[in-house]
């Protein structure tokens, strides 16, 4: 494949295990109009949070590889059980690369966001089982205030829920109520959302945990980093038009079109199906 000689019209790549990144992508495509993006969806070996790290690790690599073969400038991680197992592996496989890749994931600009955010240092985290179990949230809460306190909270049927469609029913209510309980009886004033796919219910999680609990999502912290990331790097587009974005998917291509056009609330177009066959070890 061949990519622009400039590599400042290459790509940046999103990578996520389904359609949650979208949200990610989102923020992305707000505050950086001029770039261009391709956004890659493991929807075949969705859910994610429900894996081991050493398999999380293995899927992340394969896709890094899959998108370095696309000329991706920049890897924007997506996920947050990937980003928990997966980081320190991929920043070493694309430093190795030619162009010296940089590797962004969600978890650190959401626990420094958080940490800022926070009046009475409790702060809550609902998110996968896979992360919880990382401890990568509170090794980044901690490290940004160590007086701070962190309450996991672990949801593992809530993002398969929200990926499975819309609208949201009665046993949905109940299950993030369920999740929500423990951070209310806790007092927390701040919740991470350490999934992508939580976005999509905020309103529901903001009325259960109270108006004045402060709710962190990765998105438009992520983005600021991103942005700052291709600057400091002299990457930043050159283009003064909008740029394009694509997307790949390893399921269902029109699947992961109609439920992503929700979660992206932009057209998504045409979805390309690709197969990940690169095995690169962990």
């Known amino acids: 494949m061949r990519f ?6 290459r790509p940046i790549a999103v990578f996520d295990s389904g359609v949650g990144g979208l949200t990610v992508l989102h923020e992305l495509l707000v505050r950086l109009p001029n770039e261009d993006f391709v956004y890659l969806g493991d ?6 949070g429900d894996r081991g790290p050493d398999e999380l690790r293995r ?9 370095l073969a696309r000329g ?10 990937a980003t928990a197992a997966a980081l320190p592996a ?57 007086h701070v306190d962190l309450i996991p909270v672990a949801a593992p049927d809530l993002a398969p829920m929200i990926q499975s469609g ?23 004033d701040t919740v991470i959302l350490g999934c992508t796919h939580y976005p999509l219910v905020r309103p529901m999680l903001q009325r259960m945990l109270g108006r004045d609990v402060r709710i962190v999502t990765s998105g438009a912290a ?25 997307f790949l998917s390893t399921g269902d291509p029109e699947a992961f079109r109609m439920l992503g056009t929700r979660f992206l609330q ?12 690169a095995e690169v070890a962990a």
């Not at 932009?266 to 066959?277: A, D, I, K, S, Y």
């Open 72 to 81: 991706a400038k920049l890897l924007v991680v997506a996920c947050n059980s």
């Open 90 to 146: 991929l920043r070493r496989r694309m430093l190795e690369t030619t162009l010296g890749v940089d590797v962004l994931g969600v978890v650190g600009p959401e626990a420094v966001h958080a940490v800022t955010a926070t009046h009475n240092g409790r702060i809550g985290l609902l998110a996968t089982t896979a992360t919880v179990a990382s401890g990568a949230y509170a090794a980044a809460v901690h490290a940004a205030d160590p």
């Open 166 to 188: 819309f609208p949201f029913d009665e046993r949905v209510v109940e299950v993030v109520r369920g999740y929500v309980a423990p951070l209310v009886e806790a007092e927390v």
């Open 266 to 277: 932009l057209p998504l177009g045409e979805v390309e199906q690709v197969r990940l066959h």
């Open 222 to 246: 992520l983005a600021r980093q991103v942005e700052h990331a291709l600057g400091s790097r002299g990457l930043s587009s050159p283009r003064t038009g909008e740029g394009a974005y694509s």
């Open 59 to 67: 899927f992340s690599l394969q896709i890094a590889e899959e998108l």
């Open 4 to 9: 622009p000689s400039d590599p400042r019209e």
């Open 43 to 48: 929807t075949a070996r969705f859910p994610y």
